[in-house]
């Protein structure tokens, strides 16, 4: 009698192996607003937050603000006690110059205080720029170069 096994095949593009699932924050998933932004709302009486990342590769580890690295999901208790909180997540996958790793950024802002934080972020031709102080700058010629390599 012959026996009939299924298998269940997943193929992950190779920039997916850096990418997150899903972040949440107090249980509630965090709103991603850009390709390595999340932002979320929280209470403003509280004065610390559970966040929990889960990466889209299960053998990816993630990290959250490098308080110890876990495989697919990690969690952490952090202080929130000024109206704005930057938590740094990483994920990474490989070992030695295989590694690969991303950074993503939370930005967790008090209830009634999120009008006046400013800019979450700053895109220009799909690349997210970074401020230095309040200050956005972008070379439009070496985004382009970037984009065409």
């Given amino acids: 009698m012959e026996k009939k096994v299924t298998y269940t095949l997943t193929i992950y593009k190779e920039d ?3 990418e997150l699932e899903t972040v949440t924050v ?6 991603k607003i850009s390709d390595t932004s999340y932002k979320a709302i929280i209470p403003a009486e509280l004065v610390s937050s559970t966040i929990e990342a889960k990466t889209l590769y299960t053998k990816a580890k993630a990290e959250i603000n490098k308080l110890g690295e876990e495989v697919h999901v990690t969690k952490q208790v952090i202080a929130t006690i000024g109206n704005e909180t930057i938590v740094k997540i990483y ?3 490989g070992e030695g110059e295989n590694e690969r790793e991303k ?6 802002d008090k209830e009634g205080t999120e009008d006046i934080q400013g800019l979450l972020s700053v895109t220009v031709n799909g690349h997210e720029i970074q401020p230095v102080g309040n200050i956005y700058n972008a070379n439009i010629g070496e985004i ?3 984009q065409q390599q």
């Fill in 16 to 18: 997916s192996l850096t």
């Fill in 26 to 31: 107090d249980g509630k998933e965090a709103t």
């Fill in 91 to 93: 994920v990474r996958f």
């Fill in 103 to 108: 950074e993503y950024t939370l930005i967790l």
């Fill in 144 to 146: 382009a170069q970037k």
